[in-house]
Protein backbone atom coordinates (compact mmCIF):
# COMPACT_ATOMS: atom_id res chain seq x y z
CA UNK A 1 0.00 0.00 0.00
CA UNK A 2 1.65 3.46 -1.19
CA UNK A 3 -1.43 5.15 1.02
CA UNK A 4 -3.84 5.11 3.58
CA UNK A 5 -6.88 7.13 4.78
CA UNK A 6 -8.43 7.98 7.56
CA UNK A 7 -11.80 9.28 8.71
CA UNK A 8 -13.06 10.28 12.82
CA UNK A 9 -15.62 11.68 13.92
CA UNK A 10 -18.80 9.77 13.15
CA UNK A 11 -21.47 8.16 14.41
CA UNK A 12 -23.83 5.19 14.60
CA UNK A 13 -27.22 3.99 16.00
CA UNK A 14 -25.84 4.13 19.19
CA UNK A 15 -26.43 7.96 19.33
CA UNK A 16 -29.17 9.83 19.82
CA UNK A 17 -28.83 11.05 16.41
CA UNK A 18 -28.25 8.06 13.89
CA UNK A 19 -29.49 5.43 12.58
CA UNK A 20 -26.79 3.78 10.65
CA UNK A 21 -26.01 0.39 11.43
CA UNK A 22 -22.31 -0.65 12.48
CA UNK A 23 -22.41 -3.30 9.73
CA UNK A 24 -23.37 -1.50 6.92
CA UNK A 25 -21.13 1.59 7.93
CA UNK A 26 -17.79 -0.90 8.38
CA UNK A 27 -19.47 -1.81 4.13
CA UNK A 28 -19.48 1.18 3.05
CA UNK A 29 -16.25 2.74 4.23
CA UNK A 30 -14.30 0.69 2.24
CA UNK A 31 -16.15 1.28 -0.57
CA UNK A 32 -15.14 4.65 -0.39
CA UNK A 33 -11.70 3.61 0.60
CA UNK A 34 -10.91 4.16 4.08
CA UNK A 35 -8.49 2.29 5.65
CA UNK A 36 -8.82 3.50 9.36
CA UNK A 37 -12.02 4.79 10.80
CA UNK A 38 -12.87 6.07 14.02
CA UNK A 39 -16.58 5.64 15.01
CA UNK A 40 -16.89 7.95 17.65
CA UNK A 41 -20.89 7.89 19.24
CA UNK A 42 -21.87 10.16 21.77
CA UNK A 43 -21.26 8.69 25.17
CA UNK A 44 -20.96 5.48 23.96
CA UNK A 45 -17.99 3.38 22.63
CA UNK A 46 -20.53 0.82 21.65
CA UNK A 47 -20.92 1.72 18.31
CA UNK A 48 -16.88 1.44 17.54
CA UNK A 49 -17.29 -2.08 19.22
CA UNK A 50 -19.73 -3.10 17.21
CA UNK A 51 -18.32 -1.50 13.73
CA UNK A 52 -15.11 -3.39 14.84
CA UNK A 53 -16.70 -6.95 15.27
CA UNK A 54 -18.64 -6.55 12.22
CA UNK A 55 -15.66 -5.75 10.04
CA UNK A 56 -13.68 -8.54 11.71
CA UNK A 57 -16.47 -10.93 10.98
CA UNK A 58 -16.87 -9.63 7.48
CA UNK A 59 -13.22 -10.20 6.81
CA UNK A 60 -13.16 -6.39 5.82
CA UNK A 61 -9.74 -4.50 5.15
CA UNK A 62 -10.82 -2.05 7.76
CA UNK A 63 -8.99 -1.10 10.76
CA UNK A 64 -11.55 0.36 13.55
CA UNK A 65 -10.40 2.69 16.14
CA UNK A 66 -12.40 2.53 19.39
CA UNK A 67 -13.49 5.72 20.35
CA UNK A 68 -16.37 7.76 21.51
CA UNK A 69 -17.67 11.70 21.44
CA UNK A 70 -18.11 12.48 25.41
CA UNK A 71 -19.99 15.82 26.80
CA UNK A 72 -18.08 16.71 29.15
CA UNK A 73 -18.46 19.87 31.47
CA UNK A 74 -16.29 21.63 28.73
CA UNK A 75 -18.38 20.47 26.14
CA UNK A 76 -17.88 17.87 23.70
CA UNK A 77 -14.55 15.64 23.82
CA UNK A 78 -13.37 13.05 21.50
CA UNK A 79 -11.31 9.98 23.41
CA UNK A 80 -9.63 7.79 20.78
CA UNK A 81 -8.01 4.75 21.21
CA UNK A 82 -10.17 3.26 24.04
CA UNK A 83 -9.58 0.20 25.89
CA UNK A 84 -12.82 0.20 28.11
CA UNK A 85 -15.32 3.04 28.31
CA UNK A 86 -15.17 5.64 30.35
CA UNK A 87 -18.06 7.31 32.27
CA UNK A 88 -16.40 10.15 33.38
CA UNK A 89 -17.55 13.45 32.46
CA UNK A 90 -15.29 16.16 34.67
CA UNK A 91 -12.82 16.98 31.68
CA UNK A 92 -10.15 16.92 33.13
CA UNK A 93 -10.61 13.48 35.05
CA UNK A 94 -12.21 12.18 31.52
CA UNK A 95 -9.22 13.29 29.41
CA UNK A 96 -6.66 12.01 32.17
CA UNK A 97 -8.31 8.53 31.96
CA UNK A 98 -8.28 8.39 28.12
CA UNK A 99 -4.43 9.05 28.79
CA UNK A 100 -3.93 6.36 31.47
CA UNK A 101 -5.80 4.11 28.73
CA UNK A 102 -3.15 4.91 26.11
CA UNK A 103 -5.45 7.14 24.63
CA UNK A 104 -5.39 10.36 22.19
CA UNK A 105 -7.64 13.19 23.06
CA UNK A 106 -9.27 14.99 20.07
CA UNK A 107 -10.92 18.61 20.29
CA UNK A 108 -13.77 18.51 17.79
CA UNK A 109 -15.39 21.74 16.31
CA UNK A 110 -13.65 23.64 19.30
CA UNK A 111 -16.16 26.86 18.37
CA UNK A 112 -19.01 25.20 19.21
CA UNK A 113 -20.35 24.68 22.34
CA UNK A 114 -17.00 24.31 24.23
CA UNK A 115 -15.19 26.30 27.08
CA UNK A 116 -11.71 26.75 25.91
CA UNK A 117 -9.42 27.34 28.60
CA UNK A 118 -5.88 25.86 30.14
CA UNK A 119 -7.67 22.80 32.07
CA UNK A 120 -9.03 21.66 28.45
CA UNK A 121 -6.22 23.03 26.23
CA UNK A 122 -3.88 21.51 27.80
CA UNK A 123 -5.47 18.11 27.29
CA UNK A 124 -6.00 17.54 23.69
CA UNK A 125 -3.78 15.97 21.58
CA UNK A 126 -5.27 16.91 18.13
CA UNK A 127 -7.98 19.65 17.47
CA UNK A 128 -10.18 18.80 15.01
CA UNK A 129 -9.61 22.15 11.83
CA UNK A 130 -12.32 21.49 9.79
CA UNK A 131 -15.38 19.97 10.89
CA UNK A 132 -18.52 19.24 7.76
CA UNK A 133 -21.44 20.75 9.87
CA UNK A 134 -19.74 23.74 10.92
CA UNK A 135 -19.52 27.20 9.31
CA UNK A 136 -16.20 28.16 7.73
CA UNK A 137 -15.05 31.14 10.61
CA UNK A 138 -15.74 28.50 13.12
CA UNK A 139 -13.66 26.23 11.40
CA UNK A 140 -10.46 28.69 10.23
CA UNK A 141 -10.79 29.78 14.78
CA UNK A 142 -10.07 26.22 14.94
CA UNK A 143 -7.06 25.83 12.66
CA UNK A 144 -5.81 29.18 14.13
CA UNK A 145 -6.20 27.56 17.32
CA UNK A 146 -3.78 24.30 16.58
CA UNK A 147 -1.22 26.66 15.22
CA UNK A 148 -1.18 28.39 18.05
CA UNK A 149 -0.85 25.39 20.66
CA UNK A 150 1.29 23.66 18.12
CA UNK A 151 -0.84 20.22 17.50
CA UNK A 152 -1.80 18.01 14.94
CA UNK A 153 -4.78 18.61 12.90
CA UNK A 154 -7.72 16.56 11.89
CA UNK A 155 -10.62 16.99 9.74
CA UNK A 156 -13.90 15.20 10.23
CA UNK A 157 -17.53 14.66 8.63
CA UNK A 158 -19.26 14.55 11.44
CA UNK A 159 -21.30 12.07 9.84
CA UNK A 160 -24.69 11.50 11.47
CA UNK A 161 -25.69 9.61 7.86
CA UNK A 162 -23.88 7.32 5.12
CA UNK A 163 -24.15 9.80 2.58
CA UNK A 164 -21.94 12.33 4.70
CA UNK A 165 -19.41 9.87 5.35
CA UNK A 166 -17.37 10.79 2.44
CA UNK A 167 -17.10 14.70 3.33
CA UNK A 168 -13.71 14.96 5.28
CA UNK A 169 -11.12 12.61 5.36
CA UNK A 170 -7.05 12.64 6.16
CA UNK A 171 -4.97 11.14 3.88
CA UNK A 172 -1.23 9.11 4.39
CA UNK A 173 1.76 8.60 3.15
CA UNK A 174 3.52 5.08 2.96
CA UNK A 175 2.15 1.94 4.58
CA UNK A 176 -0.72 1.57 7.13
CA UNK A 177 0.92 1.29 10.34
CA UNK A 178 0.72 -2.56 11.19
CA UNK A 179 -0.81 -1.69 15.06
CA UNK A 180 -2.71 0.79 17.25
CA UNK A 181 0.83 2.18 18.58
CA UNK A 182 1.84 2.98 14.88
CA UNK A 183 -1.87 4.74 14.18
CA UNK A 184 -1.15 6.96 17.06
CA UNK A 185 2.25 8.07 16.21
CA UNK A 186 1.02 8.94 12.71
CA UNK A 187 -1.95 10.41 13.95
CA UNK A 188 0.54 12.74 16.00
CA UNK A 189 3.27 13.35 13.74
CA UNK A 190 3.21 11.65 10.15
CA UNK A 191 2.36 14.36 7.32
CA UNK A 192 -0.71 14.76 6.00
CA UNK A 193 -3.31 15.82 3.43
CA UNK A 194 -7.33 16.83 3.79
CA UNK A 195 -9.74 16.23 1.16
CA UNK A 196 -13.08 17.79 1.90
CA UNK A 197 -16.29 18.20 0.45
CA UNK A 198 -18.62 20.70 0.59
CA UNK A 199 -21.96 19.36 3.14
CA UNK A 200 -25.46 20.18 2.64
CA UNK A 201 -27.27 22.71 5.19
CA UNK A 202 -29.22 20.17 5.80
CA UNK A 203 -27.24 17.69 7.35
CA UNK A 204 -27.50 18.68 10.91
CA UNK A 205 -31.01 19.75 10.81
CA UNK A 206 -31.95 15.89 9.04
CA UNK A 207 -30.27 14.22 12.48
CA UNK A 208 -32.04 16.34 14.78
CA UNK A 209 -35.20 14.69 12.55
CA UNK A 210 -33.88 11.38 13.84
CA UNK A 211 -33.39 12.67 17.38
CA UNK A 212 -37.19 13.35 16.98
CA UNK A 213 -37.97 10.22 15.86
CA UNK A 214 -36.51 8.56 18.90
CA UNK A 215 -37.01 10.58 21.57
CA UNK A 216 -40.21 12.34 20.47
CA UNK A 217 -40.80 16.14 21.84
CA UNK A 218 -42.81 19.33 20.75
CA UNK A 219 -40.26 21.69 21.31
CA UNK A 220 -37.74 19.70 19.03
CA UNK A 221 -40.43 19.84 16.67
CA UNK A 222 -41.13 23.48 16.70
CA UNK A 223 -36.83 24.03 16.34
CA UNK A 224 -37.10 21.88 13.11
CA UNK A 225 -39.71 23.34 11.68
CA UNK A 226 -38.25 27.07 12.29
CA UNK A 227 -34.99 25.44 10.51
CA UNK A 228 -36.56 24.29 7.73
CA UNK A 229 -38.05 27.45 6.69
CA UNK A 230 -35.06 29.69 7.69
CA UNK A 231 -32.65 26.98 5.51
CA UNK A 232 -35.18 27.78 2.92
CA UNK A 233 -35.68 31.80 3.29
CA UNK A 234 -32.14 32.48 4.33
CA UNK A 235 -29.55 29.48 3.38
CA UNK A 236 -26.75 31.81 3.23
CA UNK A 237 -27.02 31.74 7.41
CA UNK A 238 -25.97 27.91 6.99
CA UNK A 239 -23.28 28.10 4.15
CA UNK A 240 -20.66 25.73 4.64
CA UNK A 241 -16.92 25.25 3.48
Not at 175 to 198: M, S, V
Request: proline share 5%.
Amino acid sequence: MSGWTFVGHLHTKHSFDSLVEPRVLAEYAVTLGIHVLAVTDHDSWQGAVETAEEARALGLPLRVILASEVLTDHGDVIALFLEEELWERETAKFCDAVHEQGGLVLLPHPYRWHRLDEELLSRVDLVEVHNARTPPEDNARASTLARERGLPELVGPDAHRLAELGLARVEFDGELPADDAGLKEALLKAPRRFRITRGSIWNEWLSQGIKLLRQPSGKLAWHLVRGAARRLLKPGEYALE
